[in-house]
């Protein structure tokens, strides 16, 4: 079993490198490497989307994602090294918002810790995107999994 010194947070203004997360990840002693891969897409709700900008309160994001690690070693003590990397700023359409690597000795580890890794992401670390629009407009995005939404049975 890995320890939490194995697990590797960022987050960043640079570009994203996909491969070079995968190589961080995949140890000799892992036979499955899973990763998720967040990008920005040209469109929502029928609106065309120029961009994504970034914005996190850093310190607690980074504790946070800390967390995350933790949890997921506690749900999946056989994983061996997480990367969590998140951008910061502007993300251009089909560049890479956050990538999250897992390796195990097996897939079925690494699969189900990379899928609940982004939604428990999405759900506690404060990080905030801005869409801007072809028409000009932008709005702030806040992920349905948010835990300081207030009551989710509100309408």
Not at 98 to 118: G, N, W
Not at 131 to 138: P, Q, R, T, V
Request: with cysteine.
């Amino acid at each position: 079993m890995a320890s939490p010194s194995m697990d590797e947070v960022r987050i960043t203004h640079d570009a994203l490198d996909v491969n070079d997360a995968f190589v961080r990840a995949t140890l000799p002693s892992t036979g499955a490497t899973s990763i998720f891969v967040g990008t920005t897409r040209d469109n929502f709700d029928g609106k065309i989307v120029l961009k994504l900008e970034y914005e996190a309160y850093e310190p607690m994001a980074v504790k946070q994602l800390n967390i995350l690690c933790s949890e997921v070693r506690e749900k999946w003590p056989e994983v061996s090294k997480i990367i969590i990397e998140h951008r910061l700023g502007e993300v251009k359409v089909t560049e890479a918002s956050v990538i999250i690597a897992i390796s195990a000795p097996h897939r079925k580890d690494s699969l189900e810790a990379v899928d609940f890794c982004i939604d428990r992401l999405k759900e506690k670390v404060p990080i905030w995107k801005k869409e801007k629009y072809a028409d000009g407009g932008e709005a702030w995005k806040e992920n349905k999994e948010c835990c300081w939404k207030g009551d989710k049975n509100k309408e």
